[in-house]
């Protein structure tokens, strides 16, 4: 509970934060606002912004023995984000999305060999971030079988980019239709407006964010599957259940 207690003290502070505030409003009134309820809160002089980029960790393991029902396996790899390589990113983004729909149908529907599977990947963010692969194996079914089969699918990728072309189509049409939809809903709005300003990205990024992802070709996901994801390197943590 200190620890919990040192980061809230050290970081959650006016002068490292974005209030944002969206729809049909009155600016002097807002600030006046922002002034009566967050005036109060004191700025930490300690804060200082850095362009240090965290140091990538790689081939990391931990096995933990936990009070739990169902076994848990997770692997992250360092990459980089919009801000630190475009080009890579929205490549990265797009494989994201792929293997997540990808592999949900070849080891969930068909071979049954897991019961839940998540791809993760922060396009925006302030620093490099990381692409994780997570599951839970099927019942009676080993880690070693389910991460087998995500390799040999990730190599057929790397090998054979044609073998998504269906799905990256179908996975365009999903993200332009989410992306629409998203924008009727102010909160969103707002959502974006403040994480992309916090990364000190422009906004300008949100509205390019269907025409770039229409332009990444299989060869573009292929690529950076090979220079991404190397299961040698990556770092990995097995949840073994002891029961509840």
Known sequence: MSDLREWYA???APNNATLVVVGDVQADEVIALAKR???GYQYNLNIKNTDKSSI???GNTRVLKLKAELPYYILSFPVPNLKTNENDAYALDMLSHVL???LSKTLI???QIAS???IGYRLYDKYNTLFTLSFVPAKGVSNEMVLSAIKAQVAELIKNPSVIADELSRTKTQLEAEFVFEQDQISTQSYYLG???SVGLGVEKLFSYVEKMNAISADDVARVAQQYLDFSQANSVELIP???
């Open 100 to 102: 997540d729909n990808g």
């Open 56 to 58: 990538a960790q790689t």
């Open 10 to 12: 050290q970081y959650y």
């Open 116 to 118: 839940g599977v998540g």
């Open 195 to 197: 994480m992309l300003s």
């Open 109 to 111: 529907r068909q071979q």
């Open 37 to 39: 309820y967050f005036g």
């Open 242 to 244: 002891q029961g509840i």
